[in-house]
């Protein structure tokens, strides 16, 4: 298998401009997760689906970041309109269920707002 | 409100040494403990999880952890560290009752180890 997908790994944009993330999951997990990690707040659960649902998007920080899981083996991050502070590294994770099993993380893309 | 707490930052160690990272956590209910490493520019993967049992868990690469209730902590140890171990180590927790599926994790503990 090939892990988990994310694309693009790297993207520089500058403020203003609409940025959007890619995830393809491990094929038969059925939660996905959306994280972002920065220096200064560690790592932060953005939101999760379960069956291609979002169960919890508390994390997500404000009203310019969305994400969508259409069906089981694709979802998206969107940030519009993006800001400098919105410059970290987003994860996408994995896993087969919910609570006690192994999430499967992406490489990560490393998002540069100017 | 669950939350994780790694009290070292930084650990420096030097190659062959022991080396403990401390892991405590704070949660009203009974809880899943999980410990994920990450290498440099690469995703999070997991070293060992305690779900029920043993409070005594094996992980990869020699790493091992235990679970003590009563100080509400979970310390990642391993006998003697290689160079190749030099990563950021992240303790998890996750509730145990419930279907909510979040991670809580705390903020991280670098591990440099020196040759």
């Known amino acids: 298998d090939a892990g988990v997908i994310q694309s693009p790994r790297h993207e520089v944009t500058e403020m203003g401009q609409e940025v959007t993330l890619r995830c393809k999951p491990i094929s038969g997990h059925n939660s996905l997760f959306w994280y972002r990690q920065t220096m200064m707040r560690g790592l932060e659960l953005l939101i999760y689906f379960n069956n291609n649902v979002p169960i919890d998007d508390s994390g997500m920080p404000e009203d310019r970041f969305s994400a969508k899981m259409p069906n089981a083996s694709f979802s998206t991050l969107k940030i519009q309109p993006s800001e400098p502070r919105d410059s970290a590294v987003y994860f996408c994770?994995?896993?087969?269920?919910?609570?006690?099993?192994?999430?499967?993380f992406g490489p990560g893309t490393r998002l540069t707002v100017l | 409100a669950q939350s994780v707490t790694q009290l070292d930052s930084q650990v420096p160690v030097f190659e062959e040494a022991p080396v403990e990272l401390r892991c405590n956590y704070s949660?009203?209910?009974?809880?899943?403990l999980f410990w994920y490493v990450q290498y440099p520019n690469q995703g999070l993967q997991l070293l060992l999880k305690y779900l029920s049992g043993s409070t005594l868990v094996k992980g990869i690469n020699g790493f091992e952890a235990e679970f003590n209730k009563s100080q509400t902590s979970f310390h990642l140890r391993k006998p003697s560290v290689h160079i190749s171990d030099t990563a950021e180590y992240f303790c998890?927790?996750?509730?145990?009752?419930?279907?909510?599926?979040?991670?809580?994790f705390g903020q991280g503990t670098t591990l440099q180890v020196k040759p």
């Open positions: 949660s009203s209910v009974s809880v899943y």
């Open positions: 998890a927790v996750s509730e145990g009752t419930g279907n909510t599926g979040k991670l809580i």
């Open positions: 994770a994995s896993s087969l269920g919910l609570w006690n099993n192994e999430q499967f």
